[in-house]
């Protein structure tokens, strides 16, 4: 220590002389030293990140032999680092190769790991039998989902047969269906589905990590060919259950949806007005299990067990009770999450909470960026699929922006606490509500925009009229009701959680209904999000005038927003469905009637999300018939044809053909030609005008052991 505090001193000497860049260098890295390790989790997902954004499956003995030398090669440095700056920096850079060989090596293992088949073509109807893994009741109307694993499939082999499938199941009663039966249903069964567009979201990514092979619905009620058999997953499926069960007894239909999520993580059953509105409200995250539920939770358990045990003077003085409170906090938010289920908010959260509670019982202080750091790398290491996902990223953003403000101001703010009285008390926790919510909306935005199209504009106004209610009512209702559940004594406790549970919804709906309630902007680029992201890190990880870089990376991200537009023309996968956007912002499309869920989502990358789409042949400046469209758009002749009798006219007319069958024309005078072998084979195209640029679902995405295309 002596010997690097001589380099410290050597290098920050020659800084403030101006004499050496490499000296100054070096006493920019000192001056974050303690903030180096805060970066790790950093570099292993950049690391991850690398490997998800590969178009080909990297060789094994690459992804596995690279983070072996690379620890050799540090093995060799550490000793000699404070020998001189120059090895120091090399260690570090050692370190940071290390750490992103590992994130490439740790998301190829897992991705070896969870191999399972995939079902390729849609197949049905046929005779699945599998046992019920999970039982989740949608909608009132609707019906449930059934996830089946330990599967028989018609007209598959056993060794093709996928992992898990996911059923949707409309025709009632169901009552007599219970986790771990083994049934058997008719049913028709597809493969996980594409992305919409170019950079959406990628369900079969998602399905592939989760073993999720097929999924379907069925033509009949399933038949029960066995019960259910002992296990202990089955039995906390059959526990979450019979606690829906208990809730459905007691508090009605509409908020039993979010008093099922709360209290067992299934959201399936919440109604899809309510839901619009907790997205619209910025209030969606109440009923998403995190920070807020479990620290909670945490805080209820502590604090109530410590009380009782202060209750005996005796026992108090002579035992930790603080740490006996502690303990048995933890243990209950264990036991939460593990009922509740272990989503990656859920996940972060309770690792956090665990270490700040062991803290407490190592008498340290609690909550630091170390913890935050701790919680990612454990996150990353086990699940690392996770960090291209919304949940991850916007979780970690959000806390991390949290804990390193209130790090920074943790002082001020007990101080101004312990001079005021009760009333002013409950003032600093309103203004607390507020400083979260901003902070956790700055955090959580581009990532919002960028995945889902969608900010929620009077976010601050819900959360402080919702996030009171939810602590001091529905919260300790919902605790209170756990705990008298195993003595039938629940329902005064969950009548009062469901009361607190619709004046949520009436907020949600009063926030969601105002003027200009929620905004919704095109689909970001991603170099968009990965500029915002870094500078968002940098502000929250570094310290003292080293924040200042955060400002490059935010200036790239606005410049890139402003340059960037969406894509002026999608055709999508099957060809039938083609949209155009005009200069004044309008959607027209082919079709209102065919790929509902695929026109949605066009709707929202391009800008329009919530509005109903034109039909193309309404659209002013169009010339149409019965076998095609034709359109001039910024100077470009674009042809929609809907019929192969067109396409010699339109390929020696148009600049770009969009044809839903193929095109035989040979040659095609048309500059740019995409008919039905092209979607076939890449799936939906998005094409920018100005910038003569195509892209492909296909093509961006490559061949990975998740993708399943027609060429594959």
Not at 302 to 313: G, I
Not at 367 to 381: G, K, P, Q, W
Not at 447 to 458: P, R, V
Request: positive net charge; glycine residues 8%; charged residues 15%.
């Amino acid at each position: 220590m002596a010997r690097e505090g001589e380099i410290q001193h050597y290098a920050g000497v020659r800084a403030s002389q101006g004499t050496d860049g490499k000296a100054r260098l070096l006493a920019a890295v000192f001056a974050q030293k303690e903030r180096l390790f805060l970066f790790s989790p950093v570099l292993l997902g950049v690391g991850i990140s690398l490997y998800f954004s590969l178009r080909t499956e990297p060789p094994s003995w690459l992804c596995l032999s690279a983070p072996l030398l690379l620890a050799a090669l540090l093995f060799g440095l550490w000793p000699r680092r404070l020998q001189n700056g120059v090895f120091y920096m090399l260690a570090l850079m050692a370190i940071s190769g290390f750490l992103l060989s590992a994130g490439v090596a740790v998301a190829k293992a897992r991705t070896m790991l969870v191999s399972a088949p995939i079902l390729e073509k849609p197949m049905g109807p046929v005779d699945v039998v599998g046992r019920i893994a999970a039982l989740e009741t949608l909608e009132a109307g609707e019906g449930v989902r059934l996830l089946l694993r330990d599967l028989a499939v018609e007209d598959i082999a056993p060794a093709d047969t996928p992992h898990t499938i996911r059923i949707k199941v409309r025709r009632m009663p169901l009552e007599g269906l219970r986790p771990g039966d083994r049934i058997s249903v008719l049913a028709e069964l597809n493969p996980p589905s594409a992305p919409v567009a170019p950079g959406a979201y990628d369900f079969q990514r998602m399905a592939y990590f989760r073993q999720m092979g097929a999924f379907g619905f069925s033509y009949r009620e399933p038949v029960v060919i066995g019960r259910a058999a002992a296990g202990a997953s089955l039995w906390l499926e059959s526990l979450r259950q019979h606690i829906i069960g208990r809730i459905a007894r007691v508090i009605p239909l509409r908020e039993a949806g979010i008093a099922n999520a709360l209290m067992t993580g299934e959201r399936t059953a919440i109604a899809a007005a309510d839901m619009d509105d907790m997205r619209n409200s910025g209030l969606v995250h109440i009923i998403s299990i995190s920070g807020l539920h479990i620290s909670m939770i945490a805080g209820v358990i502590f604090f109530t067990l410590r009380l009782a045990m202060a209750c005996f003077p005796t026992f108090a003085v002579y035992h930790p009770i603080k740490k006996y409170a502690a303990i048995g906090a933890l243990l209950f938010t264990v036991l939460y999450t593990g009922l509740v289920g272990a989503t990656v908010p859920t996940v972060r959260s309770v690792i956090m909470t665990g270490l700040v509670l062991l803290a407490v019982m190592l008498d340290r202080i609690p909550v630091s960026l170390r913890v935050v750091a701790i919680a990612a790398l454990i996150i990353l290491a086990t699940v690392p699929e996770a960090v291209v996902g919304p949940s991850f990223q916007m979780s970690f953003a959000a806390v991390m922006g949290l804990v390193a403000f209130y790090e920074a101001t943790r002082d001020q703010w007990v101080a101004v606490y312990r001079r005021c009285g009760w009333f002013r008390r409950g003032l600093i926790y309103l203004a607390g509500i507020c400083v979260t919510t901003v902070i956790a909306s700055i955090a959580t935005a581009p990532f919002s925009i960028y995945h889902f199209q969608q900010f929620a504009n009077y976010g601050l106004l819900a959360n402080l009229l919702a996030v009171p209610l939810t602590s001091f009512v529905i919260m300790p209702a919902m605790l209170l009701g756990y705990l008298l559940m195993p003595l039938g004594w629940e329902a005064p406790a969950l009548w009062a959680m469901g009361q607190g549970i619709s004046g949520m919804i009436g907020i949600s709906h009063f926030v969601a209904n105002l003027p200009h309630a929620v905004s919704m902007p095109y689909a970001w680029p991603l170099s968009a999000l990965l500029c915002f992201s870094a500078g968002w890190i940098f502000l929250c990880l570094l310290q003292g005038w080293g924040r200042l870089l955060s400002v490059v990376p935010v200036i790239a991200g606005i410049i890139t927003v402003l340059i960037a537009s969406p894509p002026d023309l999608l055709i999508s996968a099957s060809g039938k469905l083609m949209a155009v956007k005009d200069p004044e912002g309008k959607v027209y499309m082919s079709t209102v009637k065919a790929e509902k869920f695929v026109a949605e989502s066009w709707m929202r990358v391009l800008g329009r999300g919530g509005e109903i789409p034109e039909i193309l042949l309404s659209h002013p400046a169009a010339a149409c018939d019965e076998w095609a469209c034709r359109l001039t758009l910024k100077d470009k002749k674009i042809s929609f044809a809907f019929h192969s009798a067109a396409h010699g006219e339109e390929c020696r007319w148009a600049d770009i053909v969009l044809a839903d069958d193929p095109v035989r024309v040979r040659p095609c005078m048309a500059k740019t030609t995409i008919d039905r072998f092209d979607v076939w084979k890449n799936g939906v195209h998005a094409i920018w005008l100005n910038e003569e640029t195509i892209q492909s679902v296909g093509e961006r995405r490559g061949h990975r052991p998740w993708t399943i295309s027609n060429s594959r």
